[in-house]
Protein backbone atom coordinates (compact mmCIF):
# COMPACT_ATOMS: atom_id res chain seq x y z
CA UNK A 1 0.00 0.00 0.00
CA UNK A 2 1.37 3.35 -0.95
CA UNK A 3 2.44 6.18 1.58
CA UNK A 4 -0.32 8.81 1.89
CA UNK A 5 2.35 11.51 2.40
CA UNK A 6 -0.33 14.47 2.21
CA UNK A 7 -2.56 12.54 5.19
CA UNK A 8 -2.83 14.64 8.40
CA UNK A 9 -1.97 11.54 10.37
CA UNK A 10 1.42 11.14 8.44
CA UNK A 11 1.99 15.06 8.86
CA UNK A 12 1.48 15.28 12.59
CA UNK A 13 3.74 11.63 12.82
CA UNK A 14 6.53 13.27 10.98
CA UNK A 15 6.36 16.60 12.88
CA UNK A 16 6.55 14.74 16.02
CA UNK A 17 9.50 12.75 15.12
CA UNK A 18 11.24 15.77 13.67
CA UNK A 19 10.69 17.82 17.26
CA UNK A 20 12.21 14.78 18.87
CA UNK A 21 15.18 14.42 16.42
CA UNK A 22 16.08 18.31 17.12
CA UNK A 23 15.58 18.17 20.33
CA UNK A 24 17.52 15.27 21.01
CA UNK A 25 20.46 16.57 19.49
CA UNK A 26 19.96 19.91 20.79
CA UNK A 27 20.21 18.45 24.20
CA UNK A 28 23.52 16.14 23.00
CA UNK A 29 25.21 19.70 21.43
CA UNK A 30 23.90 21.18 25.02
CA UNK A 31 25.83 18.49 26.97
CA UNK A 32 28.69 18.28 24.81
CA UNK A 33 29.52 21.93 24.67
CA UNK A 34 28.83 22.89 28.73
CA UNK A 35 32.37 21.91 30.02
CA UNK A 36 33.86 24.29 27.98
CA UNK A 37 31.46 26.64 28.50
CA UNK A 38 31.66 26.10 32.48
CA UNK A 39 35.73 27.13 31.70
CA UNK A 40 34.81 29.83 30.12
CA UNK A 41 32.35 31.24 32.54
CA UNK A 42 34.82 30.82 35.40
CA UNK A 43 37.93 31.80 33.20
CA UNK A 44 35.78 35.11 32.51
CA UNK A 45 35.05 35.40 36.39
CA UNK A 46 38.62 35.44 37.54
CA UNK A 47 39.51 38.22 34.60
CA UNK A 48 36.47 40.33 36.14
CA UNK A 49 38.34 39.71 39.69
CA UNK A 50 41.84 40.15 38.11
CA UNK A 51 40.27 43.33 37.00
CA UNK A 52 39.12 44.85 40.20
CA UNK A 53 42.95 44.49 41.76
CA UNK A 54 43.83 47.15 38.74
CA UNK A 55 45.27 43.68 36.18
CA UNK A 56 43.26 44.12 32.81
CA UNK A 57 44.46 43.26 29.39
CA UNK A 58 45.78 39.49 30.01
CA UNK A 59 45.38 36.59 27.55
CA UNK A 60 43.47 33.61 29.21
CA UNK A 61 46.99 31.77 29.92
CA UNK A 62 48.18 34.52 31.54
CA UNK A 63 44.71 35.71 33.67
CA UNK A 64 44.69 32.05 34.89
CA UNK A 65 48.32 32.11 35.79
CA UNK A 66 48.12 35.46 37.40
CA UNK A 67 45.07 34.69 39.16
CA UNK A 68 47.01 31.50 40.72
CA UNK A 69 49.56 34.07 41.69
CA UNK A 70 47.44 36.55 43.20
CA UNK A 71 44.47 34.93 44.61
CA UNK A 72 45.68 33.23 48.09
CA UNK A 73 41.71 31.77 48.78
CA UNK A 74 38.73 31.45 46.68
CA UNK A 75 37.03 28.95 48.77
CA UNK A 76 33.76 30.28 47.77
CA UNK A 77 34.18 30.89 44.39
CA UNK A 78 31.42 29.54 42.83
CA UNK A 79 28.74 31.11 45.02
CA UNK A 80 26.83 33.14 42.89
CA UNK A 81 23.82 36.47 43.15
CA UNK A 82 21.55 33.33 44.38
CA UNK A 83 23.89 32.53 47.48
CA UNK A 84 24.12 36.13 47.99
CA UNK A 85 20.62 36.78 48.54
CA UNK A 86 20.74 34.22 50.73
CA UNK A 87 23.24 35.22 52.68
CA UNK A 88 26.16 33.10 51.48
CA UNK A 89 29.13 35.64 51.26
CA UNK A 90 31.87 35.10 49.09
CA UNK A 91 35.58 37.44 50.04
CA UNK A 92 38.55 36.28 47.73
CA UNK A 93 41.81 37.12 49.86
CA UNK A 94 44.61 38.23 47.62
CA UNK A 95 47.81 39.41 47.37
CA UNK A 96 49.27 42.25 45.30
CA UNK A 97 52.98 43.42 44.83
CA UNK A 98 53.34 42.37 48.25
CA UNK A 99 50.41 43.89 49.79
CA UNK A 100 47.21 41.91 51.01
CA UNK A 101 43.44 42.87 49.31
CA UNK A 102 40.15 41.78 50.01
CA UNK A 103 37.90 41.41 46.61
CA UNK A 104 33.82 41.67 47.41
CA UNK A 105 31.73 40.59 44.78
CA UNK A 106 28.06 42.63 44.76
CA UNK A 107 25.18 42.55 43.27
CA UNK A 108 21.95 44.78 42.05
CA UNK A 109 19.76 45.73 39.52
CA UNK A 110 20.05 48.30 36.57
CA UNK A 111 17.93 50.07 34.63
CA UNK A 112 17.06 46.83 32.49
CA UNK A 113 18.34 44.26 34.60
CA UNK A 114 20.51 42.76 36.74
CA UNK A 115 24.07 44.38 37.59
CA UNK A 116 27.26 43.59 39.27
CA UNK A 117 30.80 44.02 40.75
CA UNK A 118 34.04 42.95 42.00
CA UNK A 119 35.44 45.52 44.29
CA UNK A 120 39.22 45.17 46.17
CA UNK A 121 40.10 47.15 49.26
CA UNK A 122 42.98 47.34 51.00
CA UNK A 123 43.86 45.49 54.31
CA UNK A 124 42.43 48.69 56.84
CA UNK A 125 39.26 47.06 55.10
CA UNK A 126 38.18 50.39 54.50
CA UNK A 127 39.25 51.90 51.21
CA UNK A 128 38.78 50.71 47.65
CA UNK A 129 41.76 49.84 45.62
CA UNK A 130 40.13 48.90 42.59
CA UNK A 131 36.39 48.50 41.59
CA UNK A 132 34.89 46.49 38.43
CA UNK A 133 31.25 46.60 37.27
CA UNK A 134 29.31 44.44 34.98
CA UNK A 135 25.79 44.66 33.86
CA UNK A 136 23.46 41.96 31.58
CA UNK A 137 21.32 45.01 29.46
CA UNK A 138 22.10 48.33 30.08
CA UNK A 139 22.42 50.98 27.78
CA UNK A 140 25.32 51.30 25.00
CA UNK A 141 26.79 54.53 25.93
CA UNK A 142 25.33 55.63 28.65
CA UNK A 143 24.20 52.56 31.90
CA UNK A 144 26.48 50.17 30.29
CA UNK A 145 29.40 52.69 30.97
CA UNK A 146 29.74 50.96 34.31
CA UNK A 147 31.44 48.10 32.65
CA UNK A 148 32.94 49.84 29.29
CA UNK A 149 34.74 53.07 31.07
CA UNK A 150 37.65 52.11 33.18
CA UNK A 151 38.29 55.84 33.82
CA UNK A 152 34.84 56.19 35.77
CA UNK A 153 35.64 52.83 37.74
CA UNK A 154 39.05 54.30 38.86
CA UNK A 155 37.19 56.85 40.14
CA UNK A 156 36.54 54.08 43.13
CA UNK A 157 40.20 54.12 44.08
CA UNK A 158 41.10 55.74 47.76
CA UNK A 159 37.28 56.69 48.28
CA UNK A 160 36.63 55.26 51.79
CA UNK A 161 33.57 52.43 52.38
CA UNK A 162 32.38 52.56 56.28
CA UNK A 163 32.03 55.80 58.19
CA UNK A 164 33.28 56.71 61.52
CA UNK A 165 29.98 54.49 62.70
CA UNK A 166 30.91 51.87 60.69
CA UNK A 167 27.65 52.70 58.34
CA UNK A 168 28.42 52.07 54.70
CA UNK A 169 29.47 55.50 53.12
CA UNK A 170 30.48 54.78 49.92
CA UNK A 171 28.17 55.42 46.98
CA UNK A 172 27.32 56.96 43.57
CA UNK A 173 25.99 60.73 43.48
CA UNK A 174 25.09 63.03 40.48
CA UNK A 175 27.80 65.37 40.01
CA UNK A 176 25.89 68.56 41.49
CA UNK A 177 25.08 66.78 44.87
CA UNK A 178 28.81 65.56 45.57
CA UNK A 179 29.21 66.63 48.89
CA UNK A 180 31.44 64.49 50.86
CA UNK A 181 34.55 63.46 47.68
CA UNK A 182 36.48 60.88 50.24
CA UNK A 183 33.47 58.83 49.82
CA UNK A 184 31.20 59.26 46.93
CA UNK A 185 32.02 59.07 42.99
CA UNK A 186 29.43 61.03 40.81
CA UNK A 187 27.47 58.68 38.04
CA UNK A 188 27.66 58.23 34.40
CA UNK A 189 26.22 60.87 32.83
CA UNK A 190 22.90 60.62 30.98
CA UNK A 191 22.72 57.43 33.30
CA UNK A 192 21.06 57.88 36.65
CA UNK A 193 19.07 54.92 37.52
CA UNK A 194 22.09 52.81 36.53
CA UNK A 195 24.16 54.55 38.89
CA UNK A 196 21.65 54.60 41.49
CA UNK A 197 21.81 51.00 40.91
CA UNK A 198 25.08 51.08 41.63
CA UNK A 199 25.20 52.95 44.43
CA UNK A 200 22.35 50.91 46.28
CA UNK A 201 24.56 47.67 45.29
CA UNK A 202 27.47 49.23 47.26
CA UNK A 203 25.77 50.41 49.98
CA UNK A 204 23.73 46.49 50.16
CA UNK A 205 26.70 44.73 49.92
CA UNK A 206 29.24 46.64 52.30
CA UNK A 207 26.39 46.79 54.92
CA UNK A 208 26.61 42.15 54.71
CA UNK A 209 30.16 42.54 54.41
CA UNK A 210 30.75 44.64 57.57
CA UNK A 211 31.27 41.90 59.90
CA UNK A 212 33.20 39.71 57.66
CA UNK A 213 36.25 42.46 56.92
CA UNK A 214 35.94 43.56 60.43
CA UNK A 215 37.42 40.22 61.26
CA UNK A 216 39.95 40.55 58.94
CA UNK A 217 41.33 43.84 60.20
Given at each position: ????????????????????????????????????????????????????????????????AKYA?????????????????????????????????????????????????????????????????????????????????????????????????????????????????????????????????????????????????????
Open positions: MKLNTNANGYIIIYSCLMVVIVAFLLAYVSSSLKPLQDVNVALDKKKQVLAALNIRDLSDSESEEVVKKDEAFALNSSDYKAGKLALYECEVKGEKKYVVPVYGMGLWGPIWGFVAVNDDCNTIYGAYFNHESETAGLGAEIKDSKAWQDKFIGKTIYGPDGTPVLKVVKSSELKNPQSEVDGVTGATLTSNGVSDMLLDGFAKYKELLNNKK
